[in-house]
């Protein structure tokens, strides 16, 4: 047997968000049901190189198919000084029958489809049916496919993206002008839209109360560490908030500063993502004025858009085989 080795490009061919969001449900919908493994996500800090690496190792069973692996990420925020990006990862996708590690994969292109996809399922399950405009907070790596999953599960045709760089949202713009009707825009222009997704490392919220619509949805996807903070507190108890998981998101996702300070507490959770899924308690209602998704991303979206990555990539005989533990036959080689 041999291991698949997938780069960034093999990876951003195999994941198509078609096929990558209603994996990302599934992979909600078996955390809900029980039917997953995910120890909570580990931390080594560094605050000498101002950066961090983070271990989340994750099995899932989506009853026709389950699949297993370990994503090892960083953050360093000082990466653009060596040429690097700030954020990067591996991937290790293994059997869960024999442990075999049938790939290794780039996982910083892989965080970027998953968390798009998460953001999708989210909107899908709590925007307005008829979400039309989008409004990007951040025109980093992650805003690009924040909008490519979105787009999936709503007619979106007005793009507003706000960032204090101007360059970066000259770039964002460009790549998606010839699909939408896209312009730079003020925060408040953004958060006026039907979806709203925030996409930034700040740790001062910058979306405020009044500038938000009053049926927006929200997908608050920047905060990934304890201190990060993007929406207003008024803007969380205020609506109908959502979470991905209850431990990651009271430590490091977008309530942990409101939540560890006690002015947000469980009663102001309506409840999880994957409770919604499995349809245990309604998405979005006619009642319904805001919505929030807080998403910290979990371990099981990366072993769900690995299995998708991997078994397209096997079909289209993408990416390099390689002998990783000396076990290949002859012919193999």
């Known amino acids: 047997m041999q291991t698949l080795l997938l780069n960034s490009d093999d990876v951003h061919e195999n994941a198509n968000m078609a096929d990558l969001i209603p994996a990302v449900e599934e992979a909600f919908a078996a955390f809900e049901r029980g039917d997953a493994q995910m120890p909570p996500k580990s931390y080594i800090d560094l605050p000498q190189y101002n950066g961090d690496f983070r271990s989340m190792p994750a099995y899932m069973d989506a009853g026709d198919w389950d699949a297993a692996g370990i994503k090892w990420v960083n953050v360093h925020t000082d990466n653009d000084e060596h040429d690097l990006p700030t954020v990067m990862g591996t991937m290790v996708y293994s059997s869960p029958e024999t442990a075999?590690?049938?790939?290794?994969?780039?996982?910083?292109?892989?965080?970027?489809?998953?968390?798009?996809?998460?953001?999708?399922v989210a909107t899908d399950h709590l925007a307005v049916e008829d979400a039309t405009s989008m409004g990007i907070v951040g025109a980093g790596v992650q805003s690009y496919t924040q909008l490519e999953a979105i787009s999936t599960v709503r007619d979106i045709e007005e793009v507003v993206v706000s960032d204090l760089d101007e360059e970066r949202v000259a770039n964002f713009i460009d790549a998606f002008e010839d699909r939408f009707d896209v312009r730079a825009g003020s925060i408040a222009e953004a958060a006026g839209c039907d979806v709203l997704s925030t996409v930034t490392p700040?740790?001062?919220?910058?979306?405020?109360?009044?500038?938000?619509?009053?049926?927006?949805?929200?997908?608050?996807?920047?905060?990934?560490?304890?201190g990060k903070h993007e929406l207003a507190d008024e803007v969380l108890l205020d609506a109908k908030l959502v979470i991905d998981d209850h431990a990651q998101t009271t430590h490091s996702g977008e309530i942990n500063v409101p939540y560890n300070e006690g002015v947000l507490s469980d009663d102001d959770i309506y409840g999880a993502i994957g409770e919604i899924v499995v349809g245990d308690r309604p998405g979005r209602t006619d009642d319904d004025g805001i919505t929030v998704f807080d998403s910290t991303g979990l371990a099981i979206q990366d072993v769900a858009a690995a299995h998708v990555v991997y078994e397209h990539a096997d079909e289209n005989d993408n990416g390099y085989p390689f002998d990783l533990l000396g076990l290949a036959t002859e012919a193999e080689r």
């Open 100 to 120: 075999f590690p049938l790939a290794i994969m780039d996982g910083t292109e892989l965080t970027m489809k998953r968390t798009g996809a998460a953001a999708a």
């Open 202 to 226: 700040v740790e001062s919220p910058v979306v405020p109360r009044d500038a938000v619509g009053d049926h927006t949805h929200i997908n608050a996807m920047g905060a990934d560490a304890e």
